[in-house]
C-alpha cells in the first residue's frame, strides 16, 4: 500500500498506484480531496501532455503547486488520466 504524507497527514493512499517516470500516481479515487485545491498553475510534458497543479493545506500551512496530475493527457499517457502524483516535500512510503 503507497501512501503520500506532508505534515504527518495521510494524503493519498492506495495499492493501485501507476509509477511513470520514477513517480507514484495515485488514482483520483484514492486522494483526501478536503487537502487539495487546483491552481492555475500548468506545464507541459512533451508525451504525457499539460499538467495541472494543486495546491496541498494541511493545519493552514500550504503547499503550492505539491501535486499534479493530466486532465486530458496524451494518448500514451492516457492510463494516468487524473492520477495524482507529489513532490515539493510530499513524501510516497510504501
Known amino acids: 500500500m503507497k501512501k503520500a504524507i506532508w505534515n504527518d497527514v495521510v494524503l493519498a493512499e ?3 498506484t501507476i509509477v511513470i517516470e520514477g513517480n507514484q500516481y ?3 479515487s484514492s486522494i483526501k480531496k478536503e487537502f487539495f485545491s487546483e491552481t492555475s498553475t500548468h506545464s507541459t510534458c512533451p508525451w504525457k501532455g499539460e499538467a495541472s497543479y494543486y495546491t496541498i493545506e494541511v493545519d493552514g500551512q500550504k503547499n503550492v503547486d ?3 496530475f493530466y486532465k486530458q493527457p496524451k ?3 492516457s492510463e494516468i488520466k487524473d492520477y495524482v502524483a507529489f513532490w515539493k516535500g510530499v513524501k510516497v512510503e510504501g
Request: net charge negative.
Open 66 to 68: 505539491a501535486a499534479w
Open 14 to 16: 492506495s495499492d493501485e
Open 26 to 28: 495515485f488514482p483520483p
Open 75 to 77: 494518448e500514451k499517457a
